[in-house]
């Protein structure tokens, strides 16, 4: 049976209930929108001509709109001889991919797919992304506009096809093997089976849900069915400089999820802090600061930034175990210990283990480079433990 959905309104034929959505070939179409009212009746309406009557369908809205986007479904479900769900999101958690994901946990059929409002994907490809894994037995069904047949034609303007096209190679380089026999990574429109879906792994954060889905579920078998980008029907584009800093974000996420990416890319930010530590040095010795009190406190301009580009980069989705407060002074505690600890460490490397001074100095480095990496991820970012009084509770 199909997974009931928890505050979510249905409407559309009440002949036609879900619960004989759980054949095989089944399909939930997943359809995140944020004010999309100009659009989504006609979206409907395609689909209705789209998808053959043999073929069991659901639609999910899940909305984060602050108009009238989710009256208009209302009105336009009316005529649709399947059901259209409706799941408004007061908090858009996650932004696209979050509503995507709140999607995949109510859906019940054996394939889903998702796909944007403004009809740039084409709801006539439905049956096909779908008749496709059925075909070749593929977990997932990407269209893409990068294999013959393809175009990415509704991509308005040289600057929005060089951003897509730099970061479908972007991802490729990050993601080889994860994204084997997947040319457009991009994509937002593909059909998935729901038995290749684990909810619970996925953390998403802006609106590239199939990269997440690539990453963190790994489907077996990938097939690929050409589609051409359409112009968008009405409305303006939800792409902003906003989003492109969450992809990168989210990149950044997904590539340091194992603990030896995580500690590569802690180093390669704390390279990075020697730039601002350096130019505060300049600074407060120009302004007549003597040099030791000037060390000190242009280390700390370091200790900003590392802390900066961890919380955003690094340690993003495990900030909520800590207020922000008690992260800032646990990190900066652990950052300026690392001097307090390095010194010691080069004179026992140089006075009892005889070596000289660079190889002490480096050996010290590295270590306290990989005790400050544990200590950080250990003592910042974890969940604190429960005591037995808040575990009894």
Same mark, same amino acid.
């Given at each position: 049976?199909?997974?009931?959905?928890?505050?979510?309104?249905?409407?559309?034929?009440?002949?036609?209930?879900?619960?004989?959505?759980?054949? @095989?070939?089944?399909?939930?179409?997943?359809? /995140?929108?944020?004010?999309?009212?100009?659009?989504?009746?006609?979206?409907?309406?395609?689909?209705?001509?789209?998808?053959?009557?043999?073929?069991?369908?659901?639609?999910?809205?899940?909305?984060?709109?602050?108009?009238?986007?989710?009256?208009?479904?209302?009105?336009?479900?009316?005529?649709?001889?399947? /059901?259209?769900?409706?799941?408004?999101?007061?908090? @858009?958690?996650?932004?696209?991919?979050?509503?995507?994901? *709140?999607?995949?946990?109510?859906?019940?059929? +054996?394939?889903?797919?998702?796909?944007?409002? +403004?009809?740039?994907?084409?709801?006539?490809?439905?049956? *096909?992304?779908? !008749?496709?894994?059925?075909?070749?037995?593929?977990?997932?069904?990407?269209?893409?506009?990068?294999?013959?047949?393809?175009?990415?034609?509704?991509?308005?303007?040289?600057?929005?096809?060089?951003?897509?096209?730099?970061?479908?190679?972007? =991802?490729?380089?990050?993601?080889?093997?994860?994204?084997?026999?997947? &040319?457009? @990574?991009?994509?937002?429109?593909?059909?998935?089976?729901? &038995?290749?879906?684990?909810?619970?792994?996925?953390? /998403?954060?802006?609106?590239?849900?199939?990269?997440?889905?690539?990453?963190?579920?790994?489907?077996?078998?990938?097939?690929?069915?050409?589609?051409?980008?359409?112009?968008?029907?009405?409305?303006?584009?939800? &792409?902003? #400089?906003? *989003?492109?800093?969450?992809?990168?974000?989210?990149?950044?996420?997904?590539?340091?999820?194992?603990?030896?990416?995580?500690?590569?890319?802690?180093?390669?930010?704390?390279?990075?802090?020697?730039?601002?530590?350096?130019?505060?040095?300049?600074?407060?010795?120009?302004?007549?600061?003597?040099?030791?009190?000037?060390?000190?406190?242009?280390?700390?301009?370091?200790?900003?930034?590392?802390?900066?580009?961890?919380?955003?980069?690094?340690?993003? +989705?495990?900030?909520?175990?800590?207020?922000?407060? +008690?992260?800032?002074?646990?990190?900066?505690?652990?950052?300026?210990?690392?001097?307090?600890?390095?010194? /010691?460490?080069?004179?026992?490397?140089?006075?009892?283990?005889?070596?000289?001074?660079? @190889?002490?100095?480096?050996? #010290?480095?590295? =270590?306290?480079?990989?005790?400050?990496?544990? !200590?950080?991820?250990?003592?910042?970012?974890?969940?604190?433990?429960? =005591?037995?009084?808040?575990?009894?509770?």
């Amino acid at each position: 049976m199909t997974t009931p959905r928890t505050g979510a309104e249905e409407i559309g034929d009440p002949e036609l209930s879900t619960a004989q959505l759980a054949e @095989p070939g089944a399909v939930t179409i997943i359809i /995140p929108t944020f004010n999309e009212s100009e659009n989504v009746g006609e979206l409907l309406h395609r689909l209705t001509e789209s998808v053959p009557s043999r073929l069991p369908c659901e639609v999910v809205f899940v909305d984060d709109s602050t108009d009238d986007t989710p009256d208009v479904i209302r009105r336009a479900a009316q005529d649709c001889p399947f /059901p259209v769900a409706v799941l408004h999101r007061e908090t @858009p958690v996650g932004g696209l991919g979050g509503a995507v994901v *709140e999607g995949l946990r109510s859906a019940g059929s +054996d394939w889903i797919v998702v796909m944007d409002a +403004d009809l740039q994907h084409p709801p006539a490809l439905v049956p *096909e992304l779908v !008749a496709a894994g059925e075909r070749s037995g593929a977990d997932l069904v990407v269209a893409s506009r990068y294999i013959r047949g393809g175009s990415r034609a509704g991509l308005a303007g040289g600057y929005r096809i060089a951003v897509s096209r730099g970061a479908t190679w972007l =991802t490729k380089a990050l993601f080889p093997l994860r994204l084997r026999g997947i &040319s457009d @990574p991009m994509s937002g429109f593909f059909a998935i089976r729901r &038995s290749a879906v684990t909810a619970k792994a996925l953390k /998403p954060l802006g609106y590239k849900i199939l990269l997440e889905l690539a990453v963190r579920c790994r489907p077996e078998t990938v097939a690929e069915v050409p589609f051409v980008f359409q112009d968008r029907f009405a409305g303006e584009s939800k &792409s902003t #400089a906003k *989003e492109g800093l969450r992809f990168l974000a989210h990149l950044a996420s997904l590539r340091t999820a194992s603990p030896f990416a995580r500690m590569a890319a802690f180093g390669l930010i704390g390279l990075t802090g020697f730039l601002p530590n350096l130019l505060g040095l300049h600074l407060l010795i120009g302004a007549g600061m003597h040099y030791l009190p000037a060390e000190i406190l242009a280390n700390q301009f370091g200790v900003v930034w590392n802390f900066l580009l961890i919380e955003t980069l690094l340690f993003r +989705d495990r900030r909520r175990h800590r207020h922000w407060a +008690d992260r800032v002074g646990r990190f900066a505690l652990l950052a300026n210990a690392d001097l307090l600890l390095r010194i /010691p460490l080069i004179a026992l490397f140089v006075g009892r283990l005889d070596m000289a001074v660079l @190889p002490a100095t480096t050996l #010290a480095l590295l =270590t306290t480079f990989v005790l400050r990496f544990a !200590a950080t991820e250990a003592l910042v970012y974890l969940p604190r433990r429960k =005591t037995r009084a808040e575990g009894a509770v």
